[in-house]
């Protein structure tokens, strides 16, 4: 299946298209690809916000172990965890299930204790929308 394309043009920093085109050289792809994937990553995430629904998905992090409160205060969505000690941080992925809403409140939650550095991604596994 052939698909159509739009061109337009976007303004990115020089860091950003320097990481971009190194990693379109070290897979062999082309930028347009790896910007695309990453955009429809991001819009599959940013998308399903507008209707309340149940979702079941991950909240990966690198930074220092989740503090016991937010474990607490989130326990109704939390269903397990693991984390691994790396490069002198803690990488943590948050098996996550239920309201939406509370599983992006969790997510505020972490990036509020977090190094300014950390990135925190939420990712979706399967929703259900009610009708």
Same mark, same amino acid.
């Not at 790896?34 to 916000?49: F, G, N, P, S, W």
């Not at 989740?66 to 948050?94: A, E, F, N, W």
């Given at each position: #299946?052939? !698909? %159509? /394309?739009?061109?337009?043009?976007? %303004? +990115?920093?020089?860091?950003?298209?320097?990481q971009?085109?190194?990693?379109?050289?070290?897979?062999?792809?082309? $930028?347009? !690809?790896?910007? =695309? /994937?990453?955009?429809?990553?991001y819009?599959?995430?940013?998308?399903?916000?507008?209707?309340?629904?149940?979702? !079941?998905? #991950?909240?990966?992090?690198?930074?220092?172990?989740?503090?016991?409160?937010?474990?607490?205060?989130?326990? %109704?969505?939390? $269903?397990? #965890?693991?984390?691994?000690r790396?490069?002198?941080g803690?990488? =943590?992925?948050?098996?996550?299930?239920? %309201?939406?809403?509370? +599983?992006?409140?969790? /997510?505020?939650?972490?990036? @509020?204790?977090? $190094?300014?550095?950390?990135?925190?991604?939420?990712?979706?596994?399967?929703?259900?929308?009610? @009708?």
């Amino acid at each position: #299946m052939t !698909s %159509s /394309k739009k061109r337009f043009g976007v %303004s +990115i920093p020089a860091y950003v298209a320097d990481q971009l085109e190194l990693v379109a050289n070290s897979l062999g792809a082309d $930028r347009s !690809s790896i910007v =695309t /994937k990453a955009l429809e990553e991001y819009l599959h995430e940013d998308l399903h916000r507008d209707v309340e629904h149940n979702c !079941s998905g #991950m909240i990966i992090y690198y930074g220092d172990l989740l503090p016991g409160d937010v474990r607490k205060d989130y326990s %109704s969505v939390i $269903r397990t #965890m693991c984390s691994v000690r790396l490069h002198g941080g803690v990488v =943590t992925v948050l098996f996550v299930e239920g %309201s939406y809403r509370d +599983i992006i409140l969790l /997510k505020k939650a972490i990036t @509020r204790r977090a $190094r300014k550095t950390t990135i925190i991604r939420y990712i979706p596994l399967y929703c259900s929308f009610k @009708r």
